[in-house]
T-cell receptor, first 112, second 116 residues
Framework: EPEVTQTPSHQVTQMGQEVILRCVPI?????FYWYRQILGQKVEFLVS????????KSEIFDDQFSVERPDGSNFTLKIRSTKLEDSAMYFCASSEWAGELFFGEGSRLTVL | AQTVTQSQPEMSVQEAETVTLSCTYD???????LFWYKQPPSRQMILVIRQEAYKQQNATENRFSVNFQKAAKSFSLKISDSQLGDAAMYFCAYRSAWNSGYALNFGKGTSLLVTP
C-alpha cells in the first residue's frame, strides 16, 4: 500500500542552525502539507502546497520556514534558524484533492 | 477560521464495551468534511472514518460509527466492541470543501485507554 515517508525520523540540532525535513508523498497525490505537534499538544497546520506553490499557510509559518518540491518526488520543509520552540514532531501529509490526508510517521526535531 | 473542540482529554473503556468520543466544531460553511484520525503510540495518524457534510446518513466503518448532527455542529465517534488495539489518541478534524488549501483543522485530541 502506498505511504508517505519522512526522513529523518529524529534530528537533534543546535539553536540557530538550519534544518531540512524531507518527505516523499504518495505518487499520484496533488496536495502536500506540513503539520507540527508539540509534545502532548494538538496537531497544528503549517502549510499546504499545490501546483508548485503554497496554497495556504498558518501564522506559525513565518519567514523562518520554507517549503520546496525540488524534484518530482520530494517535498521539503526548511527551518532557516531554529529556535528552542521549534522542537516538535513534524508531520508531512498528502492527498489527492479534498479527500482524506495520508500522514507520514513524522520527524522529531529537538533543538538544543 | 473554523475551530474544532474535543472536550474530553481522556476517556477509558473496558474491552468489548462501547465508548463515544465527542467533537463539536464551529463553521459558517455549508460544505465541508469531517474526519476522525487515530494516532497510536507509533505516532502515525491513520484515518478512522470520514463524513461529508452534504450526506445525511451517518458514516460507519466496521466497529466505528459517527453521530453527525449538522445543525448542532456535532460529530461524535462511537467505538463498539472496544479492543486493546483501539488505545490511542483520537483527533477530530474539519476540512473545508472549497478552501484552496484543503487543510485539516484538528481538535486537541482525546486519549483513549482500553482496559482488559
Amino acid at each position: 500500500e502506498p505511504e508517505v515517508t519522512q526522513t529523518p525520523s529524529h534530528q537533534v540540532t543546535q539553536m540557530g542552525q538550519e534544518v531540512i525535513l524531507r518527505c516523499v508523498p504518495i505518487s499520484n497525490h496533488l496536495y502536500f502539507y506540513w503539520y507540527r505537534q508539540i509534545l502532548g499538544q494538538k496537531v497544528e497546520f503549517l502549510v499546504s502546497f499545490y501546483n508548485n506553490e503554497i496554497s495556504e499557510k498558518s501564522e506559525i509559518f513565518d519567514d523562518q520556514f520554507s517549503v520546496e518540491r525540488p524534484d518530482g518526488s520530494n517535498f521539503t520543509l526548511k527551518i532557516r534558524s531554529t529556535k528552542l520552540e521549534d522542537s516538535a514532531m513534524y508531520f508531512c501529509a498528502s492527498s489527492e484533492w479534498a479527500g482524506e490526508l495520508f500522514f507520514g510517521e513524522g520527524s522529531r526535531l529537538t533543538v538544543l | 477560521a473554523q475551530t474544532v473542540t474535543q472536550s474530553q482529554p481522556e476517556m477509558s473503556v473496558q474491552e468489548a464495551e462501547t465508548v463515544t468520543l465527542s467533537c463539536t466544531y464551529d463553521t459558517s460553511e455549508s460544505d465541508y468534511y469531517l474526519f476522525w484520525y487515530k494516532q497510536p503510540p507509533s505516532r502515525q495518524m491513520i484515518l478512522v472514518i470520514r463524513q461529508e457534510a452534504y450526506k445525511q446518513q451517518n458514516a460507519t466503518e466496521n466497529r466505528f460509527s459517527v453521530n453527525f448532527q449538522k445543525a448542532a455542529k456535532s460529530f461524535s465517534l462511537k467505538i463498539s466492541d472496544s479492543q486493546l488495539g483501539d488505545a490511542a489518541m483520537y483527533f477530530c478534524a474539519y476540512r473545508s470543501a472549497w478552501n484552496s488549501g484543503y487543510a485539516l483543522n484538528f481538535g486537541k485530541g482525546t486519549s483513549l485507554l482500553v482496559t482488559p
